[in-house]
């Protein structure tokens, strides 16, 4: 049964870090491009950050290019956002994501609150 689990969200002051986390089961992470997915309220879902199979295909939104970056830990099928210089427009919900054998497969988010 494939599940993707984040966590690391919370409360930071603008100019903070975060690190979110993305525990998936049932597959590997290591042969699967993962997403990183954000919701604010009364806005579509923006796609902030992709990981190929290849650890240097990397992709980010240009609102998060320089400040956030999606990385891979195979040993414990996990998939990272670490996220720097956040500002309060990084409010949101983040979402893991990824696709396998033509079904999406979503987490239940983490909600990342910037704000002083």
């Known amino acids: 049964q494939v599940q993707l689990v984040e966590s690391g969200g919370g409360l930071v002051q603008p100019g903070g870090s975060l690190r979110l986390s993305c525990a998936a089961s049932g597959f590997p992470v290591s042969s699967s491009i993962l997403r990183w997915y954000r919701q604010a309220p009364g806005k579509e879902r923006e796609l902030v950050a992709t990981i190929g199979v290849s650890d240097s295909s990397t992709t980010y939104a240009d609102s998060v290019k320089g400040r956030f970056t999606i990385s891979r830990d195979n040993t414990k099928n996990t998939v990272y956002l670490q996220m720097n210089s956040l500002k309060p427009e990084d409010t949101a919900v983040y979402i893991c994501?990824?696709?396998?054998?033509?079904?999406?497969?979503w987490g239940q988010g983490t909600q990342v609150t910037v704000s002083s």
């Open positions: 994501h990824t696709r396998l054998f033509l079904t999406n497969y």
